[in-house]
Nanobody, 125 residues
Framework: QVQLVESGGGLVQAGDSLRLSCAASGRTFSRSAMGWFRQAPGKEREFVAVISWSGNTIYYAESVKGRFTISRDNAKNTVYLQMNSLKPEDTAVYYC??????????????????WGQGTQVTVSS
């Protein structure tokens, strides 16, 4: 059974930092892109960041570029999201995704087969 388990969310103040982790089990994703998405109340799920299996290709949403950093450790089957200079508009449930069924580093949520349960990030002003 494949599981993706996120951790590291919490309540912080604007300007603070958080580091999210997503540990995968049940299969290896060392040859798959892994990504982060988020969903705020009343809004659709949106792309945040994605990293290719090798780490050589990375994409960020414009809203987080320069503040967030995605990385991965294939030996640990884990992807990370370092979030700096957090803003209230970053408040959302953050989900990790893996298993791009088309085998590419994609920003499209509908191309991922596996999802975590989400971790809440709340940024107060």
């Amino acid at each position: 059974q494949v599981q993706l388990v996120e951790s590291g969310g919490g309540l912080v103040q604007a300007g603070d930092s958080l580091r999210l982790s997503c540990a995968a089990s049940g299969r290896t994703f060392s040859r798959s892109a892994m990504g982060w998405f988020r969903q705020a109340p009343g809004k659709e799920r949106e792309f945040v960041a994605v990293i290719s299996w090798s780490g050589n290709t990375i994409y960020y949403a414009e809203s987080v570029k320069g503040r967030f950093t995605i990385s991965r450790d294939n030996a640990k089957n884990t992807v990370y999201l370092q979030m700096n200079s957090l803003k209230p508009e970053d408040t959302a449930v953050y989900y990790c995704a893996a298993g791009s069924r088309l085998g590419r580093t994609t920003t499209r949520a509908d191309e991922y087969d596996y999802w975590g349960q989400g971790t809440q990030v709340t940024v107060s002003s």
